[in-house]
T-cell receptor
Framework: GNSVTQMEGPVTLSEEAFLTINCTYT??????LFWYVQYPGEGLQLLLK?????DKGSNKGFEATYRKETTSFHLEKGSVQVSDSAVYFC????????????FGQGTILTVHP | NAGVTQTPKFQVLKTGQSMTLQCAQD?????MYWYRQDPGMGLRLIYY???????DKGEVPNGYNVSRLNKREFSLRLESAAPSQTSVYFC???????????????FGQGTRLTVV
């Protein structure tokens, strides 16, 4: 079946540091890949997505590239802000699943001033 | 601008009690989902409804039932709550057909349930 593995957390950074959160997946066929973000006390929001190999998703300074050869979708940001503190979830959806998402375990990011 | 609305936001139950979590979306989406979120485990799918009138089990359906009341509403019922069902529950919806890969899922703000 499908699965998503994220790097162990939590991650603590200083403001303006570089961020990488690793995500690898196993899936049948050609899934779409997503990063969702959950701010404290809120539901999940889509951060970015990529629907085919070599696509790069980007939003709010975050980027992730769909790498089929390494089955990865790592999240990066060049300079984090305190307001980026949140939980980040990598997820996939395959084309046969009526939109069902398979999530990674989530990575807690805390950014200090 | 309501999107996906869940009620209640918080609930404490005693073991063996029953309750229904309500979810409604105003985006005319076909598909709706119930997930539970537990520390270190991400979100796991409990049940989903691909379209009005259909429901199917997800990854962790035991102890739950669902009803797709109409296109807008999708409720989750715990018939006899257990401490293992202490979790945060999220409802989501998407306009997802089999071949529509570009649509995203929209989530409610969650229900924090504690079973004592």
């Amino acid at each position: 079946g499908n699965s998503v593995t994220q790097m162990e957390g939590p991650v603590t950074l200083s403001e303006e540091a570089f961020l990488t959160i690793n995500c690898t997946y196993t899936a049948t066929g050609y899934p779409s890949l997503f990063w969702y973000v959950q701010y404290p006390g809120e539901g999940l929001q889509l951060l970015l997505k990529a629907t085919k190999a070599d696509d790069k998703g980007s939003n709010k300074g975050f980027e992730a590239t769909y790498r089929k050869e390494t089955t990865s979708f790592h999240l990066e940001k060049g300079s984090v802000q305190v307001s980026d503190s949140a939980v980040y979830f990598c997820a996939l959806r395959d084309g046969t699943s009526y939109g069902k998402l398979t999530f990674g375990q989530g990575t807690i990011l805390t950014v200090h001033p | 601008n309501a999107g996906v609305t869940q009620t209640p936001k918080f609930q404490v139950l005693k073991t063996g009690q029953s309750m229904t979590l309500q979810c409604a979306q105003d985006m005319n989406h076909n598909s709706m989902y119930w997930y539970r979120q537990d520390p270190g485990m991400g979100l796991r799918l409990i049940y989903y409804s691909a379209s009005e009138g259909t429901t199917d089990k997800g990854e962790v359906p035991n102890g739950y039932n669902v009803s797709r009341l109409n296109k807008r509403e999708f409720s989750l019922r715990l018939e006899s709550a257990a401490p293992s069902q202490t979790s945060v529950y999220f409802c989501a919806s998407s306009d997802q057909g089999l071949m529509m890969d570009n649509t995203e899922a929209f989530f409610g703000q969650g229900t924090r349930l504690t079973v004592v």
